[in-house]
């Protein structure tokens, strides 16, 4: 299964972008899905995830309140909607899914496939 991001762009900040990230090839049925981003010259964090069945939700602090995260089980497609953007904001945004298992849904550890990324920046 392959993970294809998409969606990213330039905004000046108080603005608004919407990721897409679409699960293409064999049948797909992931434990959750996260959303991560890493800013130049710094590690890859935890933005949001969502439970592939249920639909259960987390978010990093910073961007709790800004961003949603959903999906489309149909047509196997999870996104961020991120309002409010700020510079802050601006990273490069990766998609990931995961099995399940005893790590948390923060844990960039327990994601074993990546798409390969989308760049949000933000003007201030």
């Known amino acids: 299964v392959q993970l294809q991001a998409s969606g990213g762009g330039l905004v000046q900040a108080g603005g608004s972008l919407r990721l897409s990230c679409a699960a293409s090839?064999?049948?797909?049925?992931?434990?959750?899905m996260g959303w991560f981003r890493q800013a130049p010259g710094k590690e890859r964090t935890f933005v949001a995830s969502?439970?592939?069945?249920?639909?259960?939700?987390s978010y990093a602090d910073s961007v709790k309140g800004r961003f949603h995260i959903s999906k489309d089980n149909g047509k196997n497609t999870q996104y961020l909607q991120m309002n409010s953007l700020e510079a802050e904001d601006t990273a490069v945004y990766y998609c990931?899914?995961?099995?399940?298992?005893?790590?948390?849904?923060?844990?960039?550890?327990?994601?074993?496939?990546w798409g390969q990324g989308t760049l949000v920046t933000v003007s201030s």
């Open positions: 090839g064999r049948t797909f049925s992931p434990y959750a």
């Open positions: 990931a899914a995961r099995p399940f298992g005893r790590r948390r849904l923060d844990d960039l550890n327990a994601y074993d496939n």
């Open positions: 969502i439970t592939w069945g249920g639909g259960v939700t």
